[in-house]
């Protein structure tokens, strides 16, 4: 196992609701990056997190935003759901100071919106 | 055209077969290498990072060729464990984000 935490594991939620999705990073990685993967895709980069900053953000609106806290965990937030918001939701986490900085992924939360 | 493509599959194969995917991406400045397996319903995991050499772990052999922009899996004697979708993934630079295929599903049968 990677060591890498999300809750919850699944949520139901309907149109214009708001979600909050949390991730807990592998020790001694300080990156936290998110992932939206629909059914069939792969998975679609959403941010990334360093030293609690956000460092590179994939194409998706700003109704998606994030947190990292001191001990490098971190929450995904979407506001004003959408139907095509639902899909697992993935964190990685990693370390720059890798060689090849490797990303490992956690569970997932599977997000349905109705 | 996408930045990472591969093709979808299902590829079925027999216990003990040798087989192999192949994935190309667009952008020459991609960096990073890795394949990534994952089972129906779960996260990715990180089965190789692929060097510029070439590598291979145990049954599982990676290449690159970075003129003709593509990279190879092999996977010699396969078992039914084996049987997941291969994710295609690149780094490109430095940059945060990884940039994945859409999978190759293999499917491997008694």
């Known amino acids: 196992e990677t060591g890498v935490t999300q809750s919850p594991t699944h949520l139901i939620k309907t149109r214009g609701q708001q979600v909050t999705l949390r991730c807990s990073s592998q020790?001694?990685?300080?990156?936290v990056s998110w992932y939206q993967q629909a059914l069939g895709q792969g998975p679609q980069f959403i941010f990334q997190y360093y030293r609690e900053e956000e460092n590179g953000r994939g194409n998706f609106p700003p109704r998606f935003s994030g947190l990292q806290f001191p001990n490098y965990s971190s929450e995904l937030n979407v506001n004003a759901l959408e139907l095509d918001d639902s899909a697992l939701y993935l964190c990685a986490s990693s370390s720059p100071s890798s060689l090849y900085n490797e990303q490992f992924f956690g569970p997932g939360t599977r997000l349905t919106v109705l | 055209r996408k930045e990472v493509e591969q093709d979808p599959g299902p590829f079925n194969v027999p216990e003990g077969a040798t087989v192999a995917f192949n994935c190309t991406y667009s952008?020459?400045?991609?960096?990073?290498f890795f394949w990534y397996r994952q089972d129906c319903r779960k996260e990715p995991k990180l089965l190789m990072s692929v060097y510029s050499s070439g590598n291979e772990d145990g049954r599982f052999t990676a290449q690159l060729n970075r003129a003709s922009q593509y990279i190879s899996l092999l996977i010699r004697d396969s078992k039914l464990s084996d049987s997941a979708t291969y994710l295609c993934?690149?780094?490109?630079?430095?940059?945060?984000?990884?940039?994945f295929g859409t999978g190759t599903r293999l499917q491997v049968t008694l």
């Open positions: 952008n020459s400045a991609s960096q990073s």
């Open positions: 020790s001694g990685h300080n990156t």
């Open positions: 993934v690149v780094r490109v630079g430095t940059a945060s984000k990884l940039t």
